[in-house]
């Protein structure tokens, strides 16, 4: 059975600062993706990670994926409110049709 | 384009009652899915379909049945409520799911919010 852990589940943080977010996973698998949910609304896609090694960026946020250590972490640099929100990452079982199992999901809270 | 909406937002039930929440995407996507979201516990996977006509099992299908008469919906039916299937549903499509590629990223609704009492 593949399990998903994000860690830390909270997240609070000063304007300006930089953390990362990790999401280990059980299985093998080179698909992960991460998604961000604000408070009441759906989930956005906000990175597809599909090869050991694999690198996005996008603004303040970088994601990274290493299937050997099966890991991947989403790194925050230098902070804004705007980024206040629930972060999910997702892997595909890697049989087929993609189904996607998510982690518990981390509430990042950025303060001024 | 609308991407993928759900009906209704938002609805209360009472035990033993049923329901059925509509999925309509206008992407012409293959792929389509129903999760449930819980507090703590992310999102876990109903039924999905990989086409219309076509339905399989996720990861916790009990209780819950879907229908895919048409490729733009993806029906999720409820026959008989519990209180356990309180939760927030969402639902998603993706332009495939074996690509290997960015086509299989998976869009969702807006979500619909149930309460069963």
């Known amino acids: 059975e593949l399990k998903v852990e994000q860690n830390p589940l909270f997240l609070s943080m000063q304007e300006g600062k930089n953390y990362t977010i990790y999401c280990n996973y059980s299985?093998?698998?080179?698909?992960l993706y991460w998604y961000r949910q604000d408070p009441g609304k759906s989930l956005e896609s906000l990175f597809v990670l599909l090869s050991n090694g694999a690198v996005k960026q996008e603004g303040r946020l970088m994601a990274s994926l290493d299937t050997k250590a099966r890991l991947s972490t989403l790194h925050i640099t230098a902070a804004v409110h705007d980024l206040s929100a629930t972060y999910f990452c997702a892997v595909d079982r890697g049989t087929s049709y993609g189904k996607l199992t998510f982690g518990q999901g981390t509430i990042l809270t950025v303060h001024p | 384009n609308a991407g993928v909406t759900q009906t209704p937002k938002f609805r209360v039930l009472k035990t033993g009652q049923s329901m059925t929440l509509l999925c309509a995407q206008d992407m012409n996507h293959e792929y389509m899915y129903w999760y449930r979201q819980d507090p703590g516990m992310g999102l876990r996977l109903i039924h999905y379909s990989v086409g219309e006509g076509t339905t399989a099992k996720g990861e916790v299908p009990d209780g819950y049945n879907v229908s895919r008469l048409k490729k733009q919906n993806f029906l999720l039916g409820l026959e008989s409520a519990a209180p356990s299937q309180t939760s927030v549903y969402f639902c998603a499509s993706s332009y495939s799911g074996t690509s290997g590629g960015a086509r299989d990223t998976q869009y969702f609704g807006p979500g619909t919010r149930l309460t069963v009492l």
């Open positions: 299985t093998t698998s080179d698909r």
